[in-house]
C-alpha cells in the first residue's frame, strides 16, 4: 500500500537520518529501487517528474504499475509515490491519479501566488491523507529543459511557505541538477541553518543528490535535510553497465538480445547505486 511521505521523513528529521526519493522513469528502476529498498528494510520514495510520468504514458499507468510490484514482490517496506517538480495542473491531475505524495514547484511563480496555490494544494492534501511538498528559491542546473544558476533560497520566504501547512520544504542552498561544473562552490550551509531555524521542525528536502560529496551530504543531514532526491546517479550507471555489456558484444552470443538479458546488468548497477545512498542517508532498517 502507497503511504504518505509525512511519517517517514518526520522521523527521519527527528532520528538524524534522510529518506531517499529515487526517480523512476520506467519498469528496470521502479522494481531495482523497491527491491533494494526491501532488501535493506528502509522507508522509500518513488520520484516521478512530469516527463518521465509522461514518457511512461501517463499517472495512472505509473500507480498501476507502482502497486501491482508492492504487491506482486511483497514490499513491507514505507513506500510514497510522488510527484517530482509539479506544476499546479500536474498535481491536480497525480491526486486524481493515485499518487500518495506531491511536489509542487511554485518557485518561478511570484511569491504571492505561489503562497496562494500552495495554499488550495495544502487543504486538498489534508483532505486526503497526502504529503505536500513546496520548493522556494530555484534549484540549480538542468530539469526538464529548465536551466538555473542554483541560487539560495529566502529564509523569510521559506518560512512563509512552510507556515502554509506544506509537510517538506525543498530550499535552494547552491545545488544543482545533473552533473555538477567544476566552479561549483559547494552547498551553503548557512542558507540551510538559516531556513532550519525558521522553519524548526519542518523536514528539508535537498534536490540534485548526485554529486554532492559524501561529508557534505552528512553535514546537510544533520542540520536537518531528511529527503535527497537522486535521479542522474542511478541513470549514469545503468547508462554505463548497459554500454559495456554491448561492448563486450554479449548481445550477440546466443540469445543476449532479449531485453531481460540486455537490461539485467542495468538493473544491478541502478540497484548497487541505491544501495550505496540509502547506506550514505543512514535509512538503512529504519523501516
Known sequence: MLVSAKEMLQKAKAGKYAVGQFNINNLEWTKAILLTAQEMNSPVILGVSEGAGKYMTGYKTVVGMVKGMLEELKITVPVALHLDHGSYEGCLKCIEAGFSSIMFDGSHYPIEENVAKTSELVKICNEKGMSLEAEVGSIGGEEDGVVGAGECADPQECKAIADLGVTMLAAGIGNIHGKYPENWKGLSFDTLAAVQELT????????????????????????????????????????????????????????????????????????????????????????
Open 200 to 287: 524548526g521542525e519542518m523536514p528539508l528536502v535537498l534536490h540534485g543528490g548526485t554529486g554532492i560529496p559524501e561529508d557534505m551530504i552528512k553535514k546537510a543531514i544533520s542540520l536537518g535535510v531528511a529527503k535527497i532526491n537522486v535521479n542522474t546517479e542511478c541513470q549514469l550507471s545503468f547508462a554505463a553497465a548497459t554500454r559495456e555489456y554491448i561492448e563486450a558484444g554479449k548481445d550477440l552470443q546466443g540469445k543476449g538480445f532479449d531485453p531481460r538479458k540486455l537490461l539485467a546488468p542495468g538493473f544491478e548497477a541502478i540497484k548497487a547505486t541505491v544501495r550505496e545512498k540509502i547506506a550514505l542517508f543512514g535509512s538503512e532498517n529504519k523501516a
